[in-house]
């Protein structure tokens, strides 16, 4: 079983900034791709950014240049440092790993949400 705990959500002014976390323990071979997703109330699940194993990021249109997202395989542990945070940024933020529980099988975890909140 793997287990992923996320924290640093919470409620920021417009132009704050909110630095997430989260963990990844458990029966873990190794881990492939980490990434954050987020949900807005009435909206899809979006993706928001993405790190390979190598450390290639990917990122949302939305929030490029404002949003970083970082891991340290030695913590299993991936970071969303989110900047020059916007209303439009509200959302609940999940994150997702990739893990390698042995060799052939992998299992797409997801964290249990963290609420973000941007007033105005």
Not at 15 to 39: E, H, K, P, T, V
Not at 93 to 109: A, E, K, P, W
Request: with cysteine; charged share 15%.
């Amino acid at each position: 079983q793997v287990q992923l705990v996320e924290s640093g959500g919470g409620l920021v002014q417009a132009g704050g900034s909110l630095r997430l976390s989260c963990a990844a323990s458990g029966s873990i071979f190794s881990i492939n791709a980490m990434g954050w997703y987020r949900q807005a109330p009435g909206k899809q699940h979006e993706l928001v950014a993405t790190i390979t194993s190598g450390g290639s990021t990917n990122y949302a249109d939305s929030v490029k240049g404002r949003f970083t997202i970082s891991r340290d395989n030695a913590k299993n542990t991936v970071y969303l440092q989110m900047n020059s945070l916007k209303p439009e940024d509200t959302a609940v933020y999940y994150c997702n790993v990739d893990v390698v529980l042995r060799i052939g099988v992998r299992h797409s975890t997801w964290g249990q949400g963290t609420q973000v909140t941007v007033s105005s």
